[in-house]
């Protein structure tokens, strides 16, 4: 793993713990509410293990909170929405573009992008 993904995963792992905690569920009560192991939800917690949104899901949901809640310090936060009427969209090429959604401070964009008819790799034949 790279630092950088190692910091997130402990981060992510502390305000897991530290939410399961405020609540005073134990890692078997919380392993009980979403079907992973103990011991799979302490290492995610001790930040040993990469997780999948499918796992954070469940586990926020455990919890009771938003995903988001995961990825943002607790503070508040200004979160950068682009409406319909103020979307502008961006070429990738190969009949294909884009469009920022949502920004956070932290860095976690959300894009729309669209696939035009016949967009996808280019074949080169033999």
């Known amino acids: 793993m790279t630092a950088f993904k190692d910091d997130l995963n ?5 305000r897991i713990r530290d939410l399961r905690k405020k609540q005073g569920l134990t890692l078997k009560q919380v392993s009980e509410l979403t079907g992973l192991s103990s011991p799979y939800l302490s290492q995610i917690e001790n930040g040993r293990v990469d997780h999948n949104i499918t796992n954070l899901e469940s586990i926020g949901r455990a919890l009771g909170v938003a995903l988001m809640t995961f990825f943002v310090n607790g503070q508040q936060f200004g979160v950068s929405i682009t409406r319909c009427s103020e979307r502008r969209w961006f070429d990738l090429g190969n009949q294909a573009t884009e469009s920022p959604l949502v920004k956070t401070p932290g860095n976690l964009e959300i894009f729309t992008i669209r696939l035009h008819p016949g ?4 074949r080169t034949r033999p």
Do not use: A, D
Not at 10 to 14: D, E, L
Not at 119 to 122: A, D, E, I, M, R
């Open 119 to 122: 967009s996808g790799p280019t």
């Open 10 to 14: 402990v981060q992510i792992g502390q």
